[in-house]
């Protein structure tokens, strides 16, 4: 009998639900697992654009490996309070193996004396207090051995500049959050890790100044590896994390080497 691989098709077959999945680096993480023989629920709450992911990610023309048995996808707000929504989705999802949590609004950077106490609730909304609840409502889905990927961002470690306060509190929360959820949920079986993008060329910036978006780009040359991230590859920090049984309560940065500063003579 030959050799079963440890390696390759590991995610082959596996139901992954991502949200978050319809554009940017969940979109992306979306197509990666369809190329890996993956099953894949892509949801957000714009139902044209759940109706457009599902359609190319479908498209032979344009997904590798494409294979419209194992694309689905859902329209879903998780902006407020979204507990029932997110109870009755997986209730319609049934059982799976991973959840990807990739959702994010616009940004909302406000220099802290204009923040209130509902500016605050609506900043960490979407990106920490629905992540919890997309947690506690996954987890009697999950399969033992499966596992969940959040996403934070590397302002959380450097803030990108003024305004940025609160966002980066919410990013940072969201590292502690993965910690104490894998320990809590090891008891289930299940792992929890997070990745941590710096700046990646996506939808996310749709809207902003061109002389802001701009100035971002050329930082971005600077770095070491002289880009912006491009979605593709920060997916692979999500697959890495389905795939590694042995790695829990982490958070992997990817953000162009832009901790070591400048490259040299950039
Ligand atoms: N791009 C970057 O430079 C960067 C850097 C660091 C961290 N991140 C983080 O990475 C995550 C993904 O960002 P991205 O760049 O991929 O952004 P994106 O392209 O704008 O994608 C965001 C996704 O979230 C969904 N979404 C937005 N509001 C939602 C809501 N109320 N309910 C449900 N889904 C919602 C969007 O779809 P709908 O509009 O249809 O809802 C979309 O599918 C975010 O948390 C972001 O902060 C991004």
Same mark, same amino acid.
């Given at each position: 009998?030959?050799?079963?691989?440890?390696?390759?098709?590991?995610?082959?077959?596996?139901?992954?639900?991502?949200?978050?999945?319809?554009?940017?680096? !969940?979109?992306?993480?979306?197509?990666?697992?369809?190329?890996?023989?993956?099953?894949?629920?892509?949801?957000?709450?714009?139902?044209?654009?759940?109706?457009?992911?599902?359609?190319?990610?479908?498209?032979? #023309? #344009?997904?590798?490996?494409?294979?419209?048995?194992?694309?689905?996808?859902?329209?879903?707000?998780?902006? =407020?309070?979204?507990?029932?929504?997110? #109870?009755?989705? &997986?209730?319609?999802?049934?059982?799976?193996?991973?959840?990807?949590?990739?959702?994010?609004?616009?940004?909302? $950077?406000?220099?802290?004396?204009?923040?209130?106490?509902? $500016?605050?609730?609506?900043?960490?909304?979407?990106? &920490?207090?629905?992540?919890?609840?997309?947690?506690?409502?996954?987890?009697?889905?999950?399969?033992?051995?499966?596992?969940?990927?959040?996403?934070?961002?590397?302002?959380?470690?450097?803030?990108?500049?003024?305004?940025?306060?609160?966002?980066?509190?919410?990013?940072?929360?969201?590292?502690?959050?993965?910690?104490?959820?894998?320990?809590?949920?090891?008891?289930?079986?299940?792992?929890?890790?997070?990745?941590?993008?710096?700046?990646?060329?996506?939808?996310?910036?749709?809207?902003?100044?061109?002389?802001?978006?701009?100035?971002?780009?050329?930082?971005?040359?600077? $770095?070491?590896? =002289?880009? &912006? !991230?491009?979605?593709?590859?920060?997916?692979?920090?999500?697959?890495?994390?389905?795939?590694? $049984?042995?790695?829990?309560?982490?958070?992997?940065?990817?953000?162009?080497?832009?901790?070591?500063?400048?490259?040299?003579?950039?």
């Amino acid at each position: 009998m030959s050799a079963a691989p440890k390696t390759i098709h590991q995610l082959r077959e596996k139901k992954v639900v991502v949200l978050g999945g319809t554009s940017g680096i !969940g979109f992306a993480v979306a197509s990666a697992l369809i190329e890996e023989g993956a099953s894949v629920v892509v949801s957000s709450s714009n139902p044209k654009r759940v109706e457009s992911a599902v359609a190319r990610l479908s498209d032979s #023309q #344009q997904q590798y490996n494409a294979d419209a048995s194992r694309v689905s996808g859902h329209a879903l707000n998780l902006s =407020g309070d979204c507990e029932a929504a997110l #109870q009755a989705f &997986f209730e319609q999802v049934g059982t799976f193996d991973h959840l990807v949590y990739t959702a994010g609004d616009s940004l909302a $950077t406000t220099p802290v004396e204009k923040h209130t106490y509902d $500016t605050l609730v609506k900043s960490g909304s979407v990106r &920490f207090f629905s992540a919890v609840l997309a947690v506690k409502t996954a987890v009697p889905h999950l399969r033992k051995g499966g596992s969940i990927v959040l996403t934070t961002g590397s302002t959380g470690e450097k803030p990108v500049g003024p305004g940025w306060a609160v966002v980066s509190g919410f990013a940072a929360g969201l590292d502690g959050l993965t910690r104490g959820l894998a320990l809590e949920l090891s008891a289930q079986g299940l792992r929890v890790n997070c990745v941590s993008p710096g700046a990646v060329d996506t939808e996310l910036w749709d809207g902003m100044p061109e002389e802001a978006m701009a100035h971002l780009k050329s930082e971005a040359a600077k $770095t070491p590896t =002289g880009k &912006f !991230g491009q979605p593709h590859e920060i997916a692979q920090a999500f697959l890495y994390f389905l795939k590694d $049984t042995n790695c829990t309560g982490r958070t992997h940065v990817t953000e162009s080497g832009a901790h070591l500063g400048n490259r040299p003579g950039a």
